[in-house]
C-alpha cells in the first residue's frame, strides 16, 4: 500500500502552484469510469455492479457542479467498492476509503512500550523489536516499506536478537502494507522448506492473466522456528495481508487478534483528466485454497473483539500471545 505522505508530496510536486485548465466534468467522469471498467480487479470481486453503479452516479454529474461537489461525488463513487487501497486525492481535498468503513484499531503503542516491553531497539520510524520477557521476543512492523536490502538486514538484526527465546509475537495490528518482498524476506525466516504462499493474477482488457503462484522460501542465513504469535487487526492491510496468508501456512504459527483489511492485491495509481489522482487495486489475490479473500479480509486463528483487545491498562492481545507461548 502506499504511503500517504509520499504521495501526497509527489502530487503536491506535479501540481506545483499551476492551476488546473478548464475541463469537462463528465468527460473526466467517463474517463475514470472506463478505466475503472478497464484495470481495476474489484469490479469482479467485491460484489459491486460497475456498470449499473456507474450509469447511477453519472447522473449527478454537470458542468455546473462546484469543485468540492464535483469532488464528493467521485469520492462516494469510489467508496462503494469499500477498498482501503481506493484513495482520491486533489489539491485541496483528499479521501481515503478506509477512514469511512468504521473500523477500530486495536492497539496502544504508548501502552505497548511503557507496560510490555523491555530492551527496546527502534531500529526505523516504524519497526521496532524488543522483549516481552526475557524468554518471549516482540517485533513491531507499521509498514514493510523501504529498501528490501536495508529491511533484510533490520530483519536479519531482531531475529538475532530472538535466537535463545522459546516465542516470538509478530505485531501488525497497524500495519499499512509496502513492499510484497518485504514482507517475503520476513516469511522466509519462519519457514524450514519451500511452501505455497498465494496466487495473484493481473488485470487486463479482457478479464485476468495467468495465474502466478508465489513461494516462501527458508532463508540461507537464519530461521526461527519456535511457537509465532502474528498480531492482525483491521488496519493490517495489503502487504500486511499478504503476511498474514503466508504464516497461515507455517505450523508454528498462530494468528490472533481481529480480521485484516480487506485488500490484499497491488494498488495501481491514475490520474483523472483535471489532474486529480486516484487509486485502486487492479490484481487478483487467492489463497492456497484458491479463497479470494477481497473485501473480506483475513480471519485471524483465535478472534479478539478489537473493542475488548485494550481494556485499561491491558493488551489483551498481547497477553493472550504469552499464554499461547507458553502453552496454556
Known sequence: MFCKLSLLILMLTLWGCEEVNPYSKVTAYDDLCQSIERYSASVYD??????SLSQAYRFR????????????????LLRSFKDPHVW??????????????????????????????????????SILSGFVSDSIGYLLLED????????YSIYSEAMRRFQKTKGLIIDLRINNG??????????????????????????TLHGFDSPYTWYIYPDR????QHPVIVLTGR?????????????????????????????QGSVM?????????????????????????????ISPDQYLSPTSTIVGSKDLAVERAVDLINGN
Open 144 to 151: 514493510f516499506n523501504g529498501d528490501a536490502g536495508t529491511n
Open 235 to 263: 488496519y493490517t492491510i495489503s502487504a500486511g495481508e499478504r503476511f498474514v496468508l503466508g504464516a497461515r501456512q507455517l505450523h508454528q504459527v498462530t494468528v490472533l487478534g481481529d480480521t485484516t483489511a480487506n485488500t
Open 88 to 125: 482520491l486525492i486533489a489539491p485541496n481535498q483528499s479521501m481515503y476509503t478506509i477512514d469511512y468503513l468504521d473500523y477500530t484499531q486495536n492497539i496502544d503503542k504508548e501502552l505497548l512500550i511503557q507496560s510490555y516491553l523491555e530492551k527496546v531497539t527502534v531500529h526505523t520510524p
Open 221 to 224: 542465513n537464519l530461521s526461527y
Open 46 to 51: 467485491r460484489n459491486v455492479n460497475w456498470d
Open 269 to 297: 495509481g491514475r490520474e483523472m483528466l483535471n489532474g486529480w489522482q486516484y487509486t485502486f487495486t487492479f490484481e487478483k489475490l487467492l489463497d492456497v485454497d484458491g479463497i479470494n479473500h477481497a473485501g473480506i479480509g
Open 178 to 203: 509496502g513492499s510484497l518482498y518485504n514482507a517475503q524476506h520476513l516469511l522466509n525466516m519462519l519457514t524450514s522448506k519451500k511452501t505455497v504462499w498465494h496466487t495473484t493474477q493481473n488485470r
Open 61 to 76: 454529474i454537470s458542468e455546473q457542479l462546484t469543485e468540492s461537489e464535483y469532488f464528493e461525488i467521485i469520492g462516494e
